[in-house]
C-alpha cells in the first residue's frame, strides 16, 4: 500500500523535467498552502465555513448588517496569523521567484505568509487582512495595520472618523481589475500549478481553464481530489509544503 502522504516519485521527477526546461511557471495558491502554518482553511473538515457562515461574514451585505460581528471574525483571524511563520511550500516558492523571473506565483491568500517569504511580484486576488479600507470610501488611501490586535473593534477612517472595512475581497465583489490582469497574463506558460486550493471560487479557478487553453501543462498540488483533479493533466496527492520541497531538491 503505497504512503499517501509520500507524493509520487515519478509524477515528480517527470514534474521537474518540465519545470527545468520551462519558459515560465504560474503557480495559483490557495489556503492549503498556509495550512502547515496554522492559518486555517475554509473549507474541509477542518475549515472555517464549518462553523462560520460565509454570507453572515464575508460579504458587504454581513458587514452592512453587522460590522461588530464581521470585525471581531477578522481581530480573530489577524491575532491567529500574526503568530504563524511562513512553511516550505513559501519558502521554496519564494526561492523560485527570486531566482528568475521565469517563475510566477499568484494567490488567493490574504495572510502575507509568501511575502514574508520574499516572493516577488506577487499577485494576491483576494487583498489583504493586514490592509483596512474606508467603508464609506471617503477618499482616503487604504492603510495598513499589522498590530495582532487592534486598538479598538470596530477600527475607524482616520480621515473621516467613519467605519474601516478589511482591505480584502468578499464575496460578490469584484477583484482589482490590475490584480485580474496580471493574473490572467500569468496563464500564459509552460506549467501551470494549483497548489492547496479547492478550485471552486471564482474568478481564481477560472485561471486554470484559461491556463489549459494556452497551451499550459497543468498540475495540481493538494492533499485530497478537488474540482481540478479531473480537468488537469497532473495530480499530486499530498501536503504541498512536502510536495514543494522535494520537487526543489530536484530542480
Ligand atoms: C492542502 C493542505 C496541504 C489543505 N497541502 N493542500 C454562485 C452564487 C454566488 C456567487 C457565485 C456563484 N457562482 C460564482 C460566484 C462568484 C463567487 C464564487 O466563486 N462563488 C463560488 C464559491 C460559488 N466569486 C466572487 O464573488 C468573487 N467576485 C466576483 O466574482 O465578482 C464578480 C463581480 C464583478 C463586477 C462587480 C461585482 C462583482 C469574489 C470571491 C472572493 C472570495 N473571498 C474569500 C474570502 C477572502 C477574505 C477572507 O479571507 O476573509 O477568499 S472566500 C475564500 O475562498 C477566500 C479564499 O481565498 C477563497 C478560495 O479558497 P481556497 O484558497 O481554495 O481555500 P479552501 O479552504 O477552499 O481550500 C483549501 C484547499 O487546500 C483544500 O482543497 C484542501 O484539501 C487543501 N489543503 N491543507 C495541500 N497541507
Ligand atoms: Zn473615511
Redesign the pocket.
Known sequence: MPDQHQPDERALSALAARLRTARAVTVL?????S??SGVP????AD???RNFS?SD??TPEAFERDPHLVWEW?AW?RALMAACQPNA?HQVLASWTQRHERWRVIT???DDLHLRAGTRDLVR???S?WKLRCWRDCGCAPWRDERASLPEVPPRCPQCGGLAR?G????????DPDDVAAAHRLTDCDVFVM???????????GFLHQAHSRGAFTVE????A?DATRVVDMAIH????Q?LAELDTRL
Open positions: 495558491t490557495g489556503a492549503g498552502v495550512a502547515a482553511t475554509f473549507r474541509g475549515g472555517l465555513w460565509a461574514l464575508a477578522y483571524r511550500a488567493q491568500n490574504v486576488l483576494h487583498g487582512i478589511p480584502v475581497v468578499w464575496f460578490g465583489e469584484a477583484l497548489a492547496g486550493t479547492s478550485a471552486v471560487v471564482y474568478p481564481a479557478a498540488m493538494n492533499v485530497e478537488t499530498g501536503p504541498v509544503e510536495t
